[in-house]
């Protein structure tokens, strides 16, 4: 659950600041310089494999806290009271501690992390109800990338489409919310016989035969138990070479 309450607000400070590298976050040279040196040692780890690129996912913990601090007049609408945000994130600090030093947490701090994640969801949730939008209601796919380094958005795209041989391993992650917080389910299918349908976000392709010469790729996000459609798309292109 620490791994939750901080993905939740790494998901929140892109949402108000952005994901880019000049993003401004109110951070030290000094501390960017080492998010962007983690970065690059865990790209070259991972090379040729599917890595996280974003800066701010190479961020420490505590980092957090300082970007919405510094930035607290984004984040006040949402968050309202700073003392009560600080104390509450405090405490999850000192829950990864004992975790990360191989202790278990006990019942009651189990319980108490529990109700500070939700506590987190919950005014996320109040701020967009206030302001309601179909983003409100309606699950959306964010963004795409792929083990070659291309990211798919809704504004942005690669100038060229990828190009794979048969017999190419390609890894695509999806990044999709929904406002409900309800399961998600992944898609992926072309107008021949490629269709996968799985709950992870992590799509592994066995480039095949079938695929040669440019298939078009369709991508859906969407949540198998709801009470509505409720489903996003994307899609795009790639070129597939003989072996």
Do not use: C
């Not at 699950?139 to 990828?162: A, C, M, T």
């Not at 198998?224 to 070129?239: G, V, W």
Request: aromatic share 10%.
């Amino acid at each position: 659950m620490t791994e939750e309450y901080e993905n939740v607000l790494r998901q929140l400070i892109i949402q108000l600041i952005g994901d880019e590298d000049s993003a401004a976050y109110g951070i030290s040279e000094d501390r960017v310089a080492k998010w962007k040196e983690k970065r690059e040692i865990e790209l070259k780890k991972h090379k040729g494999i599917q890595a996280e690129n974003r800066l701010l996912y190479y961020s420490d913990f505590y980092d957090l806290k300082t970007i919405i601090f510094k930035n607290w007049e984004l984040f006040l609408p949402i968050l309202a009271n700073k003392k009560r945000f600080e104390v509450f994130f405090d405490e999850v600090e000192k829950f990864r501690n004992t975790i990360s030093h191989g202790r278990n947490l006990t019942s009651s701090q189990i319980s108490l992390l529990s109700g500070i994640v939700a506590d987190l969801k919950n005014l996320i949730t109040i701020y967009h109800n206030k302001n309601e939008t179909k983003e409100d209601y309606f699950i959306q796919l964010i963004r795409i990338s792929d083990s070659l380094g291309n990211v798919w958005d809704k504004k942005n795209k690669p100038k060229n489409d990828p190009v794979l041989r048969v017999g190419d391993d390609y890894e695509l992650i999806i990044e999709a919310n929904d406002p409900k917080d309800r399961k998600i389910s992944y898609s992926v299918k072309n107008l021949d016989k490629l269709k996968i349908v799985q709950d992870s976000n992590r799509i592994h392709l066995q480039i095949t035969n079938e695929l040669i010469g440019n298939s078009l790729l369709l991508f859906q996000a969407f949540t198998p138990d709801s009470d509505y459609k409720n489903s996003d798309t994307m899609s795009f292109s790639i070129d597939i070479l003989p072996q």
